[in-house]
């Protein structure tokens, strides 16, 4: 790998753990201030809407400035919304904030691979990219959850402001490359036009249609099932918040596993051809209603998360490598975050909606693996028809 890549490693995964270790912190914040249970996924929705809105401004704001400069700049806004938790900001409100500032980092942390990096070594590069990712996903709520259970949730905040604060110390010394498609003009007109452009070219390209339907839905997917498994393990389970966390850094294990499998056996020329693995991790989910056993619950959850590493890895690399040609990789990882966030925000309105609806939580589970069947087979069927034609 290239001089900085390891030093950007560093820096993702300290942002990661905190992003992650922050949100059942602030979860926990929510319980001890006795707000509904259905502000926990409403949490959520209130930092992925920062991804939406700013989308046509945070890619080219990604590629107008070296984008180990823009990392910093955006964990900067991270450590403004925690100092306002600390400062007793309502906990959905400081959240959007720190929203804010991982939509501005997203496009800047991925879109840095393509100009770092030549294109057959993007997999690879990927693959450590979502290992030290889930790594931190695995860490995160662990981390969040006990420092908030054995002392506070403001202390558990107060020592997720300093990870920020060190993360942004490694992105100042991300090395600088090349400033990749600049955008032309800087007036709000022209920013949504280009926006819109960026948005349509990548959707009527064939391999990132299909590449950006796959992300979309598995982040979609994935910050909700986050949730169904908490709620999941408390009630067929009998865990608490913290005991669930275990669960989840489990799944997460399974996904750097799975990620490690693309990344050694999956050629970017072949990314499409993991696609059935989707198919099957819906099937897997919908099996959740039959389990009550903790160990048959943690070996379910780990291949669900093989199978999602497996056919995230390649598909996203995949994209990344459609969009660097076609649009510049900040605008194309703008576009991405941008479908992925309304996955994340209608998927997580649903269950958002059927919890306040007081539904089964064996109900939800079906209903979840369903979508992502035919989601899935919908995706591979008209991929496959594409290609025919």
């Not at 290239?2 to 922050?22: E, H, P, R």
């Not at 693309?262 to 499409?272: I, K």
């Not at 059935?276 to 009550?292: D, E, F, N, Q, T």
Request: with cysteine.
């Amino acid at each position: 790998m290239v001089k900085g890549f390891y030093t950007l490693l560093i820096a993702q995964f300290l942002s990661a753990i905190a992003d992650n270790a922050l949100l059942f912190a602030a979860i926990a914040l929510l319980s001890q201030l006795n707000a509904p249970t259905w502000h926990e996924p409403l949490l959520r929705e209130f930092f992925v809407i920062s991804y939406i809105v700013l989308a046509p401004f945070v890619g080219p704001f990604a590629d107008a400035l070296p984008k180990g400069r823009v990392m910093f700049l955006s964990n900067g806004l991270k450590f403004v919304g925690c100092l306002l938790a600390l400062a007793g900001v309502p906990p959905l409100y400081a959240y959007a904030v720190v929203g804010i500032g991982a939509a501005a980092y997203s496009p800047a942390k991925y879109g840095i691979l393509t100009e770092m990096l030549p294109s057959h070594l993007l997999i690879k590069a990927n693959a450590w990219m979502e290992g030290t990712t889930v790594t931190a996903i695995i860490l995160g709520p662990v981390l969040g959850s006990t420092i908030a259970a054995a002392t506070s949730p403001y202390v558990g905040i107060a020592f997720i402001t300093v990870l920020y604060l060190l993360a942004a110390a490694f992105n100042y010394f991300i090395p600088k490359v090349p400033i990749d498609h600049k955008v032309e003009q800087k007036t709000l007109r022209f920013l949504l036009k280009d926006f819109w452009h960026a948005f349509v070219t990548l959707w009527k390209d064939p391999q990132g249609q299909v590449s950006l339907a796959v992300t979309t839905l598995f982040w979609g997917a994935g910050a909700t099932l986050q949730f169904v498994v908490l709620k999941w393990a408390d009630i067929k389970l009998g865990f608490s918040q913290q005991e669930a966390t275990y669960l989840i850094a489990i799944l997460a294990v399974g996904i750097a596993a799975g990620s490690v499998v693309a990344s050694r056996y999956v050629q970017l020329e072949n990314a499409v051809k993991v696609l059935p693995a989707g198919i099957y991790m819906g099937i897997l989910v919908i099996s959740m209603v039959l389990i009550s056993n903790p160990i048959v619950a943690a070996v379910l959850l780990f291949i669900i998360g093989v199978l999602s590493g497996y056919f995230l890895v390649p598909l996203n690399s995949l994209l990344q490598h459609r969009g660097h040609h076609l649009l510049g990789a900040g605008h194309s990882i703008a576009v991405q975050n941008f479908n992925e966030n309304i996955g994340i925000l209608l998927l997580l309105g649903a269950y958002t909606w059927m919890v306040g609806a007081q539904f089964e939580i064996n109900t939800i589970v079906a209903i979840f693996g369903v979508f992502i069947i035919f989601s899935m087979s919908l995706i591979t069927f008209v991929y496959r028809k594409h290609i025919q034609n």
